[in-house]
């Protein structure tokens, strides 16, 4: 990686899993990031198949960040939240294009945490941050450690605190966690390391 790409942002993107109590989870940490955040924010909240989610709308009202859910081939934009489909895996190429995929469940689940980490981990290395909340189960813990071992910073919220101590238990149970913080204190910690270093 050339001194150039460092100088330009250190981080790239910013992926975000919950499960279990996610929504209040993710508008509580959407909420806190201000309206102009500087990179993409894509989030895999595992969601009921069966309907039709509106997800979207009622994050959109916690937020001044744009959300809404993620399209095949659509390139990521900053300050905008692309939020995996239900019943879809989302990926996101080097060059920052999205693609839903509905391959065979992970761990009982799709859209899974560890392919989308996965995917962010091979895509922006270093520059990526990947967050795990509030959930049941243990999607998330193999994309953390993919995340990790390319050099990016990993956030879990503190089993201790979180409504469902399952997925973000799973992730600091890897030893690839850097930062374990109660949900209001991860906003901060998010803009502080994508602000960071940014000329």
Do not use: N, W
């Not at 909240?45 to 809404?68: C, I, N, Y």
């Not at 895996?89 to 689940?109: A, I, K, N, R, T």
Request: glycine fraction near 10%; include cysteine.
């Amino acid at each position: 990686m050339t001194s150039e790409q460092h100088t330009s942002g250190q981080y790239a993107v910013v992926a975000v899993a919950s499960s279990a109590g996610g929504i209040q989870g993710l508008g509580a940490l959407l909420g806190a990031l201000g309206p102009d955040l500087p990179v993409p924010v894509l989030v895999v909240q595992h969601l009921d198949p069966r309907h039709r989610t509106l997800l979207a709308e009622v994050l959109s009202r916690r937020t001044e960040l744009d959300v809404k859910l993620a399209e095949d081939h659509e390139s990521i934009r900053p300050g905008t939240v692309y939020l995996a489909p239900p019943d879809r895996h989302l990926l996101v190429s080097p060059e920052g294009v999205l693609s839903l995929s509905d391959s065979e469940l992970v761990h009982f689940v799709r859209p899974s945490a560890d392919l989308l980490f996965e995917s962010v981990a091979g895509a922006y290395g270093p520059r990526a941050i990947a967050c795990v909340l509030t959930g049941t189960g243990v999607d998330g813990a193999m994309g953390v450690d993919a995340v990790k071992s390319r050099g990016g910073t990993v956030i879990a919220e503190d089993p201790e605190t979180a409504q469902f101590a399952g997925m973000p238990s799973a992730a600091v149970g890897t030893g690839s966690v850097d930062f374990v913080l109660r949900l209001e204190e991860i906003a901060a910690a998010v803009r502080g390391l994508v602000e960071s270093k940014r000329q």
